[in-house]
């Protein structure tokens, strides 16, 4: 990509009618952070602030009809993978990223909204973890998710974070974020494993409930600025500093009744 190319920045997710999460916050994040927008849907999602009250699964040949028809025509300079609803879904994206191979691709391994919600069925877990976990260059679990997909306890602290991003790394996946967010602490810790080495990237926890779309915008983040940073550390530190800058400003919302969104504020106007 040149260098002062806007980057075409692909999401494969659910739909949030509410705005926070699943496509509707991944496009609100690749616009903010100046990069062009494209989408497949792989299920309409009834949720809101409050919960999840239905799902409805685009059929795993349309999905990848949809991919077809879009790559064959705009080459996506990454792609964030979100909710994939069962094992078919996961096949058909996997097929999509052999065939158009894109330069950087984010997975979000997307299991259970912050509701308790589950949008990914347990039995999906082991194809999520056979098919897309090699494919991917960066995975983002928060810790409940990295527990289902190594099958063992939640990791209670950093030092077995640690432990479980490696082990992470070593089931396929180049890179793992393991997200922190669900520790307690005035800090919010995620720690990074990649081939040259693991660091620890920590934000002050912004005092606020409405946290919906936390993880959506995150990995949204990393691929919309993936493309214009030397390498994945520098690309997931500035998305986790626009993420706390989206979590400052949640309060301003006052959307929904339950935990609100983050808000994608940004000053261009
Ligand atoms: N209150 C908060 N203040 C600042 N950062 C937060 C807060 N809550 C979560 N984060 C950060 O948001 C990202 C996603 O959070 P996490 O809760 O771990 O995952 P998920 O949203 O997928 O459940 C991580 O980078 C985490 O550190
Ligand atoms: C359609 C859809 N995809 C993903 C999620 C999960 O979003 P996340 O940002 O991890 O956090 P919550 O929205 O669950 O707070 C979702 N809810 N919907």
Same mark, same amino acid.
């Given at each position: 990509?040149?260098?002062?190319?806007?980057?075409?920045?692909?999401?494969?997710?659910?739909?949030? $009618?509410? +705005? &926070?999460?699943?496509?509707?916050?991944?496009? !609100?994040?690749?616009?903010?952070?100046?990069?062009?927008?494209?989408?497949? #849907?792989?299920?309409?999602?009834?949720?809101?602030?409050?919960?999840?009250?239905?799902?409805?699964?685009?059929?795993? %040949?349309?999905? @990848?009809?949809?991919?077809?028809?879009?790559?064959?025509?705009?080459?996506?300079?990454? #792609?964030?993978?979100?909710?994939? +609803?069962?094992?078919?879904?996961?096949?058909?994206?996997?097929? @999509?990223?052999?065939?158009?191979?894109?330069?950087?691709?984010?997975?979000? $391994?997307?299991?259970?909204?912050?509701? &308790?919600? =589950?949008?990914? /069925?347990?039995?999906?877990?082991?194809?999520?973890?056979?098919?897309?976990? /090699?494919?991917?260059?960066?995975?983002? /679990?928060?810790?409940?998710?990295?527990?289902?997909?190594?099958?063992?306890?939640? %990791?209670?602290?950093? $030092?077995?974070?640690?432990?479980?991003?490696?082990?992470?790394?070593?089931? *396929?996946?180049?890179?793992?974020?393991? !997200? *922190?967010?669900?520790?307690? *602490?005035?800090?919010? #810790?995620?720690?990074? @494993?990649?081939?040259?080495?693991?660091?620890?990237?920590? %934000?002050? =926890?912004? /005092?606020?409930?409405?946290?919906? &779309?936390?993880?959506?915008?995150?990995?949204?983040?990393?691929?919309?600025? =993936?493309?214009?940073?030397?390498?994945?550390?520098?690309?997931?530190?500035? %998305?986790?500093?626009?993420?706390?800058?989206?979590?400052?400003?949640?309060?301003?919302? +006052?959307?929904?009744?339950?935990? +609100?969104?983050?808000?994608?504020?940004?000053?261009?106007?």
């Amino acid at each position: 990509m040149a260098a002062n190319a806007v980057p075409k920045v692909l999401t494969i997710a659910g739909t949030d $009618p509410s +705005g &926070g999460a699943g496509i509707q916050g991944d496009l !609100k994040t690749f616009s903010a952070l100046g990069a062009y927008g494209m989408t497949v #849907v792989t299920a309409l999602v009834a949720q809101t602030t409050t919960g999840v009250t239905g799902i409805h699964e685009v059929p795993a %040949a349309f999905v @990848a009809q949809q991919l077809d028809t879009l790559l064959t025509d705009v080459p996506a300079d990454a #792609v964030k993978i979100g909710m994939l +609803g069962d094992a078919d879904l996961i096949k058909a994206v996997a097929a @999509a990223l052999d065939t158009y191979r894109p330069p950087h691709v984010v997975l979000d $391994p997307v299991m259970v909204a912050k509701s &308790g919600d =589950r949008l990914l /069925p347990a039995d999906a877990v082991s194809e999520l973890r056979r098919t897309l976990l /090699p494919r991917a260059d960066l995975i983002t /679990p928060n810790l409940p998710e990295a527990a289902d997909l190594l099958g063992e306890p939640q %990791a209670s602290g950093l $030092p077995e974070m640690h432990a479980q991003a490696a082990r992470l790394r070593a089931l *396929g996946a180049r890179q793992v974020l393991l !997200k *922190g967010g669900h520790l307690d *602490g005035d800090t919010c #810790v995620d720690v990074l @494993a990649t081939p040259e080495g693991t660091i620890e990237l920590a %934000a002050p =926890r912004v /005092p606020t409930r409405n946290t919906h &779309g936390t993880g959506c915008t995150l990995s949204s983040a990393i691929a919309a600025l =993936r493309p214009r940073h030397d390498d994945w550390p520098s690309a997931v530190r500035a %998305a986790k500093d626009y993420l706390t800058q989206a979590l400052r400003a949640a309060d301003s919302l +006052g959307v929904g009744h339950g935990h +609100g969104p983050v808000h994608h504020f940004h000053n261009a106007w």
